[in-house]
């Protein structure tokens, strides 16, 4: 039986969420990983019982190991161009 993660694992794992998102180059999917990791841990935010805490925590540490690949793929395949929203007038 695996112990529940501690706040500050918790909290270095959001971090580690935050700071692989804005490894992305396109703005759309950059806000859309921060945007879903900020309602993922939200989501879990209210689990008390240690299986469920834990298998959560598990989870979430293999899709950030998930998010760092597709974070590496898409900087080999960037957009020359920044995105409209992107662009400062």
Not at 44 to 70: C, G, H, I, Y
């Amino acid at each position: 039986m695996a112990a529940a993660p501690s706040r500050a694992e918790v909290l270095s794992l959001f971090r580690a969420f935050l700071r692989t998102s804005r490894k992305f180059s396109d703005y759309n999917i950059r806000e859309y990983t921060r945007r879903r990791a900020a309602d993922a841990f939200r989501e879990n935010r209210s689990l008390a019982d240690t299986p469920a805490a834990a298998t959560a925590f598990a989870d979430m540490k293999q899709q950030l190991e998930v998010w760092k690949r597709q974070a590496l793929v898409y900087s080999l395949y960037a957009p020359k161009t920044k995105s409209v929203v992107e662009i400062k007038v």
